[in-house]
């Protein structure tokens, strides 16, 4: 049983800052990619950005220059610390782990950026 909780949602005025974490539990040996996705009303799900167990990272178009994806393995946690942040990255954001060849999916949490 893998579970994966995020941590780090809110509302934020536009121009501001936010970090999301999301932490891994339960019984595995090691982590694959991780990262994160989001969904705006309306919308599909996206890919904000992912890292791999090593380090490499890919981000969205959208996001790129302004959000930062990091991994702690020792934690088996990731973060999403997102600056410069837009009415448009309004969404629910969710953690993504691959583990042993299967998708994991945290609950998602809000990010709302209004003033």
């Known amino acids: 049983q893998v579970q994966l909780v995020e941590s780090g949602g809110g509302l934020v005025q536009p121009g501001g800052s936010q970090r999301l974490s999301c932490a891994a539990s339960?019984?595995?040996?090691?982590?694959?990619?991780m990262g994160w996705y989001r969904q705006a009303p309306g919308k599909q799900r996206e890919l904000v950005a992912l890292?791999?167990?090593?380090?490499?990272?890919n981000s969205a178009d959208a996001v790129k220059g302004r959000f930062t994806i990091s991994r702690d393995n020792a934690k088996n946690t990731v973060y999403l610390q997102m600056n410069s942040l837009k009415p448009e990255d309004t969404a629910v954001y969710y953690c993504?782990?691959?583990?042993?060849?299967?998708?994991?999916w945290g609950q998602g949490t809000q990010v709302t950026v209004s003033s």
């Open positions: 993504n782990a691959a583990i042993a060849r299967i998708n994991y």
């Open positions: 339960g019984s595995f040996h090691s982590i694959n990619a």
């Open positions: 890292i791999t167990s090593g380090g490499m990272t």
